[in-house]
């Protein structure tokens, strides 16, 4: 898959619309989805989206074949959607966390309750973006914590401590709305 | 590795990332700590969540976008040589870019490719793109602006009770169908009072 996306790439930077149109139906989904996590709007999403796919139809020529495709691409989701939350002034690009206790007891338990796609929205929608996109890259995409950095353009140590505030506070917020029998 | 370590790994072992060292690591805690595995069942839950959750992305429409966009970003690019008698296309009529084209045609004159092409010159498939739902025919045939976004086009086409069914071409025409036969001159009506739209036939 790797390599087929990496083929497509080499035919767009030789102006092979085609090949354009077949990458985005490859990866327009996955992409979509990691945006609109982020940004929570589907329309400013679907307007990121295609800006991203612009991008690669300009630069597929510079990609040097040094990472995956895909996380190239989300790469350039990734700072487009950063530039989208700062036009709108709601980024906080601080890796400040707030001080909490591991107090996660019997999470699996949570999400056998029901109602598991609300709350685990939910709970989503409350942690800041640095941490969202990482367990997001993590969750959607399956992602290395490598390729996490390489999208977010930090070292990897910062990725496994996002990834690890992210879930604390993910857990929290799970228990929670369970214990408050929040539907 | 230390305890932290092993939290801050415990996702990937979740996404199943992890290999050599780092997965031997945490493989031997959780094999360790009922916690620990209390706690990769929760998150193995949480992507399975996630990932389960359909999200009805742009798809076709975004596509048709793209190609629109990348035509006339190509165009841009490649003009050709200055003519003072020349009308830019898209400010044509759309018969008259039909009649230019079958003009063409008729007399064996080849209209200028915009961008290079692995196509053969002498495929069966024309070199430009296609929809992957073909060409069907089409109750109507627009140009949207050059600015018009998405979110409008999506708009406009929902209020009128239009889909895409074919386009956009190299000229950045569209082909829209009638959902419902019935709405036709509501349909025609909203293209024509559309400020997105530059032309409807």
Same mark, same amino acid.
């Given at each position: 898959?790797?390599?087929?996306?990496?083929?497509?790439?080499?035919?767009?930077?030789?102006?092979?619309?085609?090949?354009?149109?077949?990458?985005?139906?490859?990866?327009?989904?996955?992409?979509?989805?990691?945006?609109?996590?982020?940004?929570?709007?589907?329309?400013?999403?679907?307007?990121?989206?295609?800006?991203?796919?612009?991008?690669?139809?300009?630069?597929?020529?510079?990609?040097?074949?040094?990472?995956?495709?895909?996380?190239?691409?989300?790469?350039?989701?990734?700072?487009?959607?950063?530039?989208?939350?700062?036009?709108?002034?709601?980024?906080?690009?601080?890796?400040?966390?707030?001080?909490?206790?591991?107090?996660?007891?019997?999470?699996?338990?949570?999400?056998?309750?029901?109602?598991?796609?609300?709350?685990?929205?939910?709970?989503?929608?409350?942690?800041?973006?640095?941490?969202?996109? &990482?367990?997001?890259?993590?969750?959607?995409?399956?992602?290395?914590?490598? !390729?996490? &950095? !390489?999208?977010?353009?930090?070292?990897?140590?910062?990725?496994?401590?996002?990834?690890?505030? &992210?879930?604390?506070?993910?857990?929290?917020?799970?228990?929670?709305?369970? !214990?408050?029998?929040?539907? | 590795?230390?305890?932290?370590?092993?939290?801050?790994?415990?996702?990937?072992?979740?996404?199943?990332?992890?290999?050599?060292?780092?997965?031997?690591?945490?493989?031997?805690?959780?094999?360790?700590?009922?916690?620990?595995?209390?706690?990769?069942?929760?998150?193995?839950?949480?992507?399975?969540? @996630?990932?389960?959750?359909?999200?009805? *992305?742009?798809?076709?429409?975004?596509?048709?976008?793209?190609?629109?966009? #990348?035509?006339?970003?190509?165009?841009?690019?490649?003009?050709?040589?200055?003519?003072?008698?020349?009308?830019?296309?898209?400010?044509?009529? %759309?018969?008259?870019?039909?009649?230019?084209?079958?003009?063409? #045609?008729? %007399?064996?004159?080849?209209?200028?490719?915009?961008?290079? /092409?692995?196509?053969? @010159?002498?495929?069966?498939?024309?070199?430009?793109?296609?929809?992957?739902?073909?060409?069907?025919?089409?109750?109507?045939?627009?140009?949207?602006?050059?600015?018009?976004?998405?979110?409008? @086009?999506?708009?406009?086409?929902?209020?009128?009770?239009?889909?895409? #069914?074919?386009?956009? /071409?190299?000229?950045?025409?569209?082909?829209?169908?009638?959902?419902?036969?019935?709405?036709?001159?509501?349909?025609?009506?909203?293209?024509?009072? *559309?400020? %997105? #739209?530059?032309?409807?036939?």
């Amino acid at each position: 898959m790797s390599a087929d996306h990496k083929f497509l790439i080499e035919q767009i930077a030789q102006g092979d619309k085609q090949a354009l149109a077949a990458l985005y139906r490859a990866l327009e989904r996955p992409v979509y989805k990691f945006i609109v996590s982020r940004l929570n709007d589907p329309h400013e999403a679907s307007d990121i989206l295609h800006e991203v796919f612009m991008d690669v139809w300009r630069s597929a020529g510079r990609f040097e074949g040094r990472s995956k495709v895909q996380t190239w691409i989300m790469g350039i989701a990734y700072r487009k959607s950063i530039d989208a939350m700062r036009k709108r002034g709601r980024m906080d690009l601080t890796d400040e966390t707030p001080d909490m206790a591991d107090d996660g007891p019997d999470q699996e338990t949570c999400l056998a309750a029901g109602q598991e796609a609300e709350h685990v929205r939910h709970c989503l929608e409350t942690l800041k973006d640095d941490h969202r996109s &990482a367990i997001t890259l993590a969750f959607y995409q399956d992602m290395t914590y490598g !390729e996490i &950095a !390489e999208v977010a353009g930090v070292p990897e140590g910062t990725i496994k401590t996002r990834i690890f505030h &992210a879930k604390k506070l993910l857990m929290r917020c799970l228990s929670g709305r369970v !214990e408050r029998g929040v539907a | 590795m230390t305890y932290q370590d092993i939290h801050e790994l415990l996702p990937f072992r979740a996404n199943g990332t992890l290999d050599g060292a780092d997965l031997a690591a945490v493989d031997a805690a959780l094999a360790e700590d009922a916690d620990l595995r209390a706690e990769l069942a929760a998150l193995t839950a949480i992507r399975a969540t @996630m990932r389960a959750e359909e999200v009805a *992305s742009p798809g076709d429409f975004g596509l048709a976008r793209l190609m629109r966009d #990348v035509d006339a970003e190509t165009r841009v690019a490649a003009p050709v040589a200055a003519n003072d008698n020349v009308v830019p296309l898209m400010r044509l009529r %759309i018969w008259q870019v039909a009649a230019a084209v079958v003009l063409a #045609v008729g %007399i064996g004159f080849n209209l200028p490719q915009f961008g290079p /092409s692995t196509a053969p @010159m002498d495929s069966a498939e024309p070199a430009g793109f296609t929809l992957a739902s073909g060409g069907a025919d089409a109750d109507f045939t627009v140009v949207f602006a050059p600015d018009a976004t998405e979110a409008e @086009m999506r708009a406009l086409l929902l209020q009128a009770g239009l889909e895409i #069914v074919s386009g956009p /071409s190299a000229l950045g025409i569209y082909g829209l169908g009638l959902i419902d036969a019935e709405t036709s001159d509501a349909a025609f009506a909203a293209l024509s009072a *559309s400020a %997105i #739209v530059e032309d409807v036939q």
